[in-house]
């Protein structure tokens, strides 16, 4: 497993970015300084990075609980350009989901590197682990990591319902301000994984739940993101089969709603919720 991933990255990186000279591989710089705009990011630069590699972060970032240490500079939707600049990062990291390559323009304007998590689904989510890795010099810590995640799929794969459960994703709101993930979102690829047919929208993000559409799907499981109750009040869902079938289960929403250093409990905690283990 190490040896393939490994034997990726190397093709990865060569491929990616400026041609080297013939026959020459020129190795990435390694970052001392990140500057996380992302919760996931910050995640995996700490647990499968170097504790003392972060030197900015988002106010949402709270995991692991030591980066409550480090300075914010992202409060809102926005980073604030000038307190990223006063840190002097090597690297600016962040999902490229929530901030987009205008969003990052400044920073390549005053020559900071960046690098943007893209990943739609756990192969290419792995993929740019092992690229991340390379940028910050922890290569064999994210190996370990990738080596979890395969473990858990694999697990997954011979735990799979032998009919594929339908399932609906739900970010719950206050009345009826629920969403739902959209198909093509990284959070639905991962029930794949474990074998449910996710019902939503075409969508790689959650998007507002018609309440008809999900009465009329009526799905095996419904998963929420937090704590189920607001959905189970819900009186417009009390005739759904999950709901009488007592098939409605609260996620982390950390660790569901991250593409961080949890993705392997994530695949782990589906996968028995699916099958009743």
């Not at 990591?145 to 206050?174: C, F, H, M, N």
């Amino acid at each position: 497993m190490r040896i393939a991933g490994w034997a990726l990255l190397a093709a990865l990186l060569f491929a990616v970015g400026c041609q080297p000279e013939p026959n020459q591989i020129q190795p990435p710089k390694v970052a001392k300084k990140v500057v996380s705009l992302s919760p996931s990011l910050t995640e995996i630069v700490t647990v499968y990075g170097r504790t003392d590699i972060l030197v900015g972060r988002t106010a949402s970032c709270n995991y692991p609980p030591y980066v409550g240490k480090v300075q914010v500079v992202m409060s809102g939707i926005k980073p604030d350009y000038e307190k990223v600049a006063s840190v002097k990062p090597d690297l600016v990291v962040y999902d490229a989901e929530i901030l987009s390559e205008a969003d990052m323009a400044k920073f390549k304007e005053l020559g900071i590197p960046t690098f943007g998590l893209k990943a739609k689904d756990i192969p290419e989510f792995e993929r740019e682990l092992f690229r991340l890795g390379s940028l910050v010099g922890t290569e064999s810590r994210t190996s370990d990591y990738v080596d979890k995640i395969e473990a858990a799929r694999a697990l997954a794969r011979v735990q799979r319902p032998k009919a594929p459960p339908t399932v609906a994703i739900i970010l719950p709101g206050s009345g009826s301000e629920h969403m739902v993930s959209g198909t093509a979102s990284f959070l639905a690829k991962v029930f794949e994984e474990c074998g449910a047919k996710v019902l939503g929208p075409e969508s790689d993000r959650f998007e507002p739940l018609n309440a008809e559409t999900l009465v009329a799907q009526d799905p095996d499981f419904v998963f929420v993101a937090g704590e189920p109750t607001l959905f189970l009040q819900d009186q417009r869902f009390k005739s759904l089969k999950a709901v009488s079938g007592k098939h409605v289960f609260g996620l982390n929403p950390d660790v569901a709603l991250r593409k961080g250093s949890r993705v392997d409990t994530l695949i782990k905690s589906v996968s028995n919720l699916l099958t009743g283990r």
